[in-house]
């Protein structure tokens, strides 16, 4: 049978059909939680107060201004955001590297922001230094991630092979965890129990000069990975193919690696590695859309990192309150079932 | 002149793995490289669209150094097919192709009316518009090829580069390739060059057949004039098997040594009756058979000792005496149930002398045929109804 415009119309309008739905659907789900983050939490605040706050009224008590205002707010964003980025980060990536099970850490970036916080929470303490701002934490997690960052890029357009670039990120990673683990061996339990803590990451305490970093830093990023889009779907082909196609491969690999590093890094240096939204999302969402086109599972995976991450931040707030979990708690246990999930019923690859 | 190399040497890092390549590529030609595996048919593929840096020596395509053209240009003029498999994802047949229309669109522009036509008109063009909504991944081999080929079409080249188009294909889809990739030539003028495995497909159906070997080009020319015999031979270096260009196939040797089998066959009767006995590791001889026969064609090219006669001749007094004493030397007789005619009525006698020196016959004619043939001596014949029964027949006797 061959094909004609009409056919072939109606295939791709039903196909947009989809795709707007999935979309929609996602963005319900991010208004939601994010609604959710805000109204539910150990203090209970009444629903009427909550939206007074949030339309920039006074409440009927000044502390629930102050909670919502100072805590919940910003933390609800930045987990929105910080899921966002960690979806796009590891879609890039899994396709860069065609390899479903890589994420946005794969590279090493939270290892290397791992090691630089213990160097300055652990190592604080034979300095002389006895408290330790969660602001200098994130600079330290930041200089980490883009040290690493820095040590991947400068190999990343000379090594012929990105399998090669992938596995000098691996061994970046565990030469970075191996000096943490150094440092932890002689640290004060206490600050390694910080430490411990942080690498699980946490959303909490998020601050609104925090939230309106990250909020540029991801916006500039994820704009800049959507005009990737359409290499990005050449490099599913392979290399050589997209190479065929016109793509500048060295340009694009350098490209890549920045971007997914970049919005890795930011989150991490404001929540610590969060695990499995990166490696989770795409899936989901490519499953949810069924496509591996770039052009609708980017927007898609920033939709559906905000809305999961979100979800699971608000578990890991109200499943045990007033104990929190570890975000990375959270998103592993739902996580891990669903990659296996997507991968066991055979359908998602990249 | 769409493709010329200029002295060209290509290789990976230092070491080169041919050298002093110099060949034009006209429009819309089918040209195909024919050589041992590893002999660079791929290298040189690679190496033409850039994805290889040469050694030494220019490419040209349109009489411009292509290491001088950017991705984009490349890319409009220039389409691969590589022999890799490709995982695609979540993409559909018509998704892939359409990442044949990149190169001639901007970063973020939506596909065009006029690109998505192209997409359908290429993927009509290769017979798959049938598959355009399933995913790539779902589709058998064939199909999947014939959608990536689709995506060559769809970038609007001039030059199409296929590395092993037809290597994972069954019969039907390898056909179906080269057809298609003919067609193209003809119908589009578009320039196909292609790494082939298959001697007999390229004969059929190439313009140009460029023969690599050691690290050389051995010769370049049409298919009809360079695939000769002892060329192809000595390309493959096959040591145990002939091609035999009448035929555009290859034959397997017989084995050379002890006394044999001799088949007295004709007019195609003992072609398959050789490749049995080969595949069971006898020594044949057979006759006579007249030049213009086709079992003589693939006797030859078995290597059979055989004994032929001139075309459009009557069978000589010569040539049966000495197909008799070579009959009188072999173990046993194969009849292959040829038919019978005014030429050939010495092979009746040879069979009847073989008949009246008790040797063994086995005979895959019918009793009736044979009676009247061979009168009452038909009886001493060891008849088999199929080749099963005929080669567990030959076993049994040589066993004994």
Redesign the interface.
């Known amino acids: 049978m061959a094909m004609n415009t009409v056919t072939t119309e109606v295939f791709l309008a039903r196909r947009w059909k989809r795709y707007t739905s999935v979309l929609l659907l996602f963005s319900v789900g991010v208004c939601l939680f994010l609604v959710l983050n805000i109204v539910l939490g150990s203090v209970t605040i009444p629903l009427g107060d909550t939206f007074k706050v949030i339309f920039g009224n006074t409440a009927s008590d000044e502390a629930y201004s102050s909670i919502i205002q100072d805590i919940r707010l910003p933390r609800a964003l930045g987990a929105l955001l910080g899921g966002a980025a960690l979806a796009v980060s590891g879609l890039l990536l899994q396709v860069f590297f065609r390899n479903p099970i890589v994420g946005p850490f794969v590279l090493g970036i939270s290892s290397g922001a791992s090691f630089t916080v213990a160097l300055v929470l652990l190592g604080s303490y034979l300095a002389g230094m006895t408290a330790v701002s969660s602001l200098t934490l994130s600079l330290a997690a930041l200089i980490g991630a883009l040290l690493v960052m820095g040590v991947v890029l400068a190999v990343a357009s000379k090594v012929r092979d990105i399998i090669t670039l992938l596995v000098i990120g691996l061994m970046t990673g565990y030469v970075a965890s191996a000096a943490s683990s150094f440092l932890v061996a002689f640290a004060q339990s206490e600050n390694v129990y910080r430490f411990v803590i942080w690498t699980m990451g946490s959303f909490s305490g998020f601050r609104w000069d925090e939230v309106l970093i990250l909020a540029i830093a991801c916006l500039v990023l994820m704009a800049f990975s959507y005009l990737l889009a359409k290499p990005l779907n050449a490099f599913i082909l392979g290399e050589d193919y997209a190479h065929s196609m016109g793509v500048n491969v060295k340009r694009f690999r350098y490209l890549i690696v920045f971007i997914s590093c970049a919005l890795a890094a930011v989150v991490t240096a404001f929540a610590g590695p969060v695990a499995f939204i990166g490696l989770a999302v795409p899936h989901f969402a490519r499953l949810s859309l069924g496509t591996s086109d770039n052009r609708v599972l980017i927007p898609a995976s920033i939709l559906g990192g905000a809305m999961i991450c979100s979800l699971c931040d608000l578990l890991a707030r109200m499943l045990f309150a007033p104990v929190e979990l570890p975000v990375s708690a959270t998103t592993a246990i739902f996580g891990a079932p669903m990659v296996i999930f997507f991968l066991v019923k055979g359908k998602t690859t990249i | 002149m769409i493709l010329r190399t200029d002295k060209l040497t290509v290789g990976y890092g230092k070491r080169s793995v041919v050298s002093d390549i110099n060949v034009m590529l006209m429009k819309g030609q089918f040209v195909c490289l024919l050589g041992p595996n590893g002999s660079g048919k791929s290298t040189i593929l690679k190496t033409i669209?850039?994805?290889l840096s040469p050694l030494g020596g220019e490419v040209y395509l349109n009489d411009r150094k292509v290491v001088q053209m950017s991705?984009?240009e490349?890319?409009?003029t220039?389409?691969?097919v590589?022999t890799?498999p490709?995982?695609?994802?979540?993409?559909?047949a018509?998704?892939?192709v359409m990442?044949?229309r990149?190169?001639h669109?901007g970063?973020?522009s939506k596909a065009t009316i006029k690109d998505?036509?192209i997409v359908?008109d290429s993927?009509?063009m290769v017979n798959a518009?049938?598959v355009?909504?399933r995913y790539f991944?779902e589709l058998s081999d064939g199909e999947k090829q014939k959608t990536l080929l689709a995506r060559a079409l769809a970038?609007e080249p001039q030059l199409i580069v296929l590395d092993e188009p037809t290597s994972h294909l069954d019969a039907k889809h390898r056909i179906e390739v080269m057809l298609i990739l003919r067609q193209l030539t003809r119908e589009k003028g578009v320039t196909v060059i292609a790494s082939l495995h298959d001697i007999d497909l390229a004969v059929k159906a190439c313009d140009v057949a460029i023969l690599i070997k050691d690290g050389y080009v051995l010769a370049c020319g049409m298919p009809e004039d360079v695939l000769q015999e002892e060329m192809v031979t000595q390309l493959y270096g096959m040591g145990n098997a002939n091609f035999n260009r009448h035929l555009g196939g290859i034959e397997l040797k017989s084995k050379q040594t002890g006394a044999g089998i001799f088949v007295v066959a004709g007019a195609g009767t003992g072609s398959s009756v050789y490749r049995i006995l080969i595949k069971h590791g006898y020594t044949i001889t057979t006759g006579i058979l007249p030049e213009n026969d086709i079992d003589y064609q693939i006797a030859e090219s078995v290597e059979a000792a055989t004994i032929k006669s001139q075309a459009y001749e009557n069978m000589s007094h010569d040539s049966y005496l000495t197909a008799l004493k070579l009959l009188g030397s072999s173990r046993q007789v194969i009849d292959a149930g040829f038919p019978v005619g005014a030429t050939n009525q010495p092979n009746i006698e040879l069979l009847k002398n073989a008949l009246k020196s008790n040797k063994l016959v086995h005979s895959l004619r019918n009793r009736e045929q044979s009676e009247r043939l061979f009168g009452t001596s038909s009886n001493k014949f060891l008849y088999s109804h199929d080749f099963f029964e005929l080669i567990s027949a030959v076993k049994k006797a040589e066993q004994t």
């Open positions: 669209v850039r994805m991705n984009q490349m890319a409009k220039t389409a691969v590589l890799e490709v995982s695609a994802g979540l993409l559909t018509y998704d892939i990442l044949g990149q190169p669109s970063l973020i998505r036509e359908i993927l009509n518009g049938n355009a909504q991944s970038q």
